[in-house]
């Protein structure tokens, strides 16, 4: 599995601004800055007996607790969302960096609808087809970005717009009928004779996916953001014997290359080598990493980083209304009752522990779409700067009460605490002369002739290729590296834009240590961004160290 590395993109949140009940306010006010002071934002929906969203609320009719201590409310804002817009009045945004922009405002709500291969299948398409094509052309507003992926996309590959044209060609796509097709990365896996781990890498896929998703969208705000989950289930395996499940397969190959040609087959079915044994290696590699890989872990996990970053995950399973099962021969299957079961509560759990409404064992998926956009209909967001100042990069959980009764209501529930370093980021006034940013970019004005190369780098590959000078296209993957710092082992890496705000791309980040050197790698695709001038950050997070370079993309 490709690593899912996010360095942690550290933002000062626009300022909240009171409002009355039923206002959207048209501009935000950024709050005062603070040196050495982190900026909080929660959002929490106070409900009356019937279910409404409680109007009428000032930030000093709400109790914010962090880790149990009472906070200072700066500032209360209740937002409402309106549930129509005619398809010719949505637009999308100019550019994937506009996209976050507006994602970033409270004011705007962000969703993701993720479509399981494996469930919106023949039945799925048939039940869900029409509540997802009402969900997205009569639930979602103006102020609504979406993006609409499958468990075959990869996180890198979402794109937040409004218009549904797109999303509509996919949800009626008849590929989804065509219960046999199988997508060409899993290819290798069969030509191996491993094709009992596809499930697996499947699953593997799906959580890379999901975990990547988490990351993004938490990057992008603090406020809210919602992942539909189309799914019949998403199982939790351990660890497993490999050659036990393997009992009765083929052995795999060990002379020659592997089906249509000779070399080693990557997971993407590419050849990267040659070799009598190079396929045989491969392949039990694989065999041996995808048994090893425990999903009840990985879970875990991933209900941790939704909650941290404000996630909230709406399963809805296709399966609809269910009843018990019998046996081909008569009787009640109680074994496949208990399985139905699971996976029910399997689902309900993802909900519940991330905030969220789990649409399981109902037919009324309309009614369950409209609850899901109903979800987040309003919500008030406040804003505090914590006075807890230990920047341990820790979880810190938050609890909202409401006055007079002082009962605890429904809020986020954590987020992660900056670093000394990020907040020290913060808190240090501009340079004088030309900043290191412009330096930086200034590099960039350099014929390729007289650029200035230091053995330390940086160095840039375009597409693994090593380039002279740091302009690439948006099709470009790049790895830029560095010599790092003497006993420096663990480094961050931030993508910043031309005024070197940090951007919500993720950016991978590995060593490279051999006998001759210790080299830092940084890792991403251009996709994401529009034409222009980036800034890569390198940084340390116990020494005063912060290397930047200038990126262009044309």
């Known amino acids: 599995m490709r690593a899912v590395t996010l360095g942690i993109v550290l933002l000062l949140f626009t300022a909240l601004q009171a409002q009355k009940p039923g206002e959207k306010t048209q501009t935000q006010q950024r709050p005062v800055f603070r040196a050495g002071a982190h900026y909080v934002r929660v959002d929490a ?4 007996k019937n279910g409404e969203i409680v109007t009428g609320l000032t930030k000093d009719d709400f109790e914010v607790y962090e880790d149990g201590k009472l906070q200072d409310l700066e500032r209360a804002e209740f937002v409402t969302f309106d549930t129509w817009t005619p398809e010719g009045e949505r637009k999308d945004p100019r550019t994937q960096q506009d996209a976050y922009d507006l994602a970033a405002d409270p004011n705007y709500r962000v969703f993701v609808i993720v479509l399981d291969r494996r469930s919106y299948d023949m039945h799925g398409q048939h039940y869900l087809r029409g ?13 609504d970005l979406f993006g609409l992926l499958s468990t075959e996309s990869e996180w890198t590959d979402l794109v937040l717009g409004q218009t549904t044209t797109a999303a509509n060609a996919v949800l009626d796509s008849k590929e989804w009928l065509d219960p046999d097709r199988v997508e060409e990365k899993y290819w290798p896996y069969f030509e191996c004779g491993i094709g009992p781990m596809v499930g697996r890498k499947r699953l593997e896929d799906t959580y890379a996916l999901l975990e990547g998703l988490v990351k993004l969208l938490s990057a992008i705000r603090q406020e809210r953001k919602g992942i539909v989950f189309v799914t019949n289930g998403l199982a939790q395996p351990g660890t497993i014997n490999a050659t036990t499940a393997m009992s009765g397969m083929p052995d795999v190959p060990r002379i020659g290359g592997v089906g249509r040609g000779t070399g080693e087959l990557s997971p993407k079915g590419d050849r990267v080598g040659g070799g009598q044994q190079s396929s045989a290696s ?15 872990e990985r879970f875990r996990d991933l209900l941790k980083e939704a909650r941290q970053g404000n996630v909230a995950f709406y399963p809805v399973s296709p399966l609809g209304l269910q009843t018990m099962p019998f046996k081909p021969e008569g009787g009640v299957d109680l074994q496949a009752w208990h399985r139905l079961t699971h996976v029910n509560d399997d689902l309900i759990t993802l909900a519940n522990e991330t905030d969220g409404v789990a649409i399981v064992n109902t037919s009324e998926f309309s009614a369950g779409m409209r609850r899901i956009s109903a ?19 820790g979880v810190r959980s938050i609890k909202v009460r409401l006055k007079p009764k002082h009962d605890a209501i429904r809020a986020r529930k954590q987020y992660r605490a900056p670093t000394m370093q990020e907040i020290a980021a913060l808190s240090v006034p501009p340079a004088r002369g030309l900043s290191a940013e412009e330096k930086a970019f200034g590099e960039l004005s350099r014929p390729e002739s007289s650029a200035v190369v230091s053995p330390d780098g940086p160095f840039l590959y375009r597409n693994g290729v090593p380039a002279a000078r740091f302009v690439c296209a948006r099709t470009d993957k790049v790895r830029v590296e560095w010599t790092a710092p003497p006993g420096q082992i663990s480094l961050s890496a931030r993508l910043l834009d031309r005024h070197g705000q940090p951007l919500p791309v993720p950016l991978a980040v590995r060593d490279n240590e051999t006998a001759a050197s210790h080299r830092v790698i940084v890792e991403f695709s251009l996709a994401p961004l529009a034409r222009g001038d980036y800034l890569v950050e390198l940084a340390s997070p116990v020494a005063a160290d912060r290397r930047l370079v200038a990126l262009r993309v044309e």
């Open 45 to 48: 929906y106070p409900t009356a």
């Open 131 to 143: 509540p997802l094509h009402e969900f997205l052309e009569r639930n979602l507003g103006p102020r």
């Open 282 to 296: 491969w392949c039990n590699a694989e065999r041996m990493r995808l048994a090893g890989i425990d999903f009840t």
């Open 375 to 393: 979800d987040m209909h309003a919500y008030y967001v406040l804003g505090y700067y914590t006075n807890n100042t230990k920047w341990d990069g």
